[in-house]
């Protein structure tokens, strides 16, 4: 059974910067991909990036060029880099990963930005 607990969240002010991590435990293989999620106060849970098994990466819109994901596989972690940071972006953010053919979630860490 994989497990994945998320840290660094916390209140920052708009402008700022936080880097979320995802450690990963519970398997022996590497994952087909990872995913950061979030969802906000009233809204519906929105996939933020993605990071591949070969590195691929994508984001979504809105996060484009302030959010950066990366990976350290020899500590099993994924990292959310995010910077300029806006009230927007306020919500819990979860990491899940695909371990064909299982998908697991973490259980989220908050993330307020003050205006």
């Known amino acids: 059974q994989v497990q994945l607990v998320e840290s660094g969240g916390g209140l920052v002010q708009a402008g700022g910067s936080l880097r979320l991590s995802c450690v990963a435990s519970g398997s022996r293989f590497s994952p087909n991909a990872m995913y950061w999620y979030r969802q906000g106060p009233g809204k519906e849970r929105e996939l933020v990036a993605t990071i591949t098994r070969a590195g691929g990466t994508n984001y979504a819109d809105s996060v484009k060029g302030r959010f950066t994901i990366s990976r350290d596989n020899a500590k099993n972690t994924v990292y959310l880099q995010m910077n300029s940071l806006k009230p927007e972006d306020t919500a819990v953010y979860y990491c899940?990963?695909?371990?064909?053919?299982?998908?697991?979630w973490g259980q989220g860490t908050q993330v307020t930005v003050s205006s």
């Open positions: 899940r990963g695909y371990y064909y053919p299982t998908y697991y």
